[in-house]
């Protein structure tokens, strides 16, 4: 199995609401990561998980709170979020290192 | 900012012909890889090159590495429609797997 699944695919939330963004791989790989991207613009680096262990924290805000619970799944849980948080958010894994797989994306507005 | 730059930001050109793109970067890294984005989906990867190869090749992909330049440059063959999508270049600076995004290249083949 050479996926990472992501869901759900789409997510409206308002900005006083509670959400969960999860992730999954089955690729024995030990490090996943959560990016950000806008439009038109390249992908940004939020959180890097290794081994289970949040090793990178690129100083996003604490309205959004990751958790690897296991070496498959990562989550990324989502509270009082702003508009400008709208955006689609990716999830990866690497075993550790190298080339990163990507997960088809979690499209977020937040209204 | 570690963030390199790419270009051109964008390149139309017809069927069966080549597209080149270039990235440039800051300081030294480790490897360097390229990226396909469809449209609204996830990344791709395509193809790495480490800080001591000067060029590789996958299919009708090939990249080059100048390291005294501190720029690689991505040649597709024999363009199809298919190809049509963003391109991003992504430099591992060995920073805990942390990969750094150029602002990437919109291709489009048209038939």
């Known amino acids: 199995d050479t996926e990472v699944t992501q869901t759900p695919k789409h997510l409206v939330m308002g900005m006083t609401n509670k959400k969960s963004l999860k992730c999954e791989q089955h690729m024995g790989h030990r490090a996943m990561y959560w990016y950000k991207q806008k439009a038109k613009k390249p992908p940004e680096l939020m959180f890097v998980y290794s081994y289970e262990k949040l090793s990178i924290n690129e100083s996003v805000p604490s309205r959004f709170s990751p958790e690897c619970p296991n070496s498959s799944l990562l989550n990324l849980h989502l509270h009082a979020l702003q508009p400008e948080d709208s955006a689609l958010y990716l999830c990866?894994?690497?075993?550790?290192?190298?080339?990163?797989?990507f997960g088809p994306g979690t499209r977020l507005t937040v209204l | 900012s570690q963030q390199g730059e790419e270009d051109p930001q964008a390149l139309s050109i017809q069927e069966g012909e080549n597209a080149t793109m270039n990235c440039s970067y800051k300081?030294?890294?480790?490897?360097l890889q390229w990226y396909r984005q469809n449209s609204g989906r996830g990344l791709v990867h395509l193809i790495l090159?480490?800080?001591?190869?000067r060029e590789k090749h996958s299919g009708r992909l090939r990249v080059t590495l100048d390291t005294s330049k501190k720029s690689s440059s991505l040649l597709i063959t024999a363009s199809r429609a298919a190809d049509t999508a963003s391109y991003f270049c992504a430099t591992d600076y060995n920073q805990g797997g942390k990969l750094i995004f150029g602002q990437g290249t919109e291709l489009s083949v048209k038939p």
């Open positions: 990866a894994s690497s075993y550790p290192r190298d080339e990163q797989f």
């Open positions: 090159i480490r800080s001591n190869e």
């Open positions: 300081t030294s890294i480790n490897n």
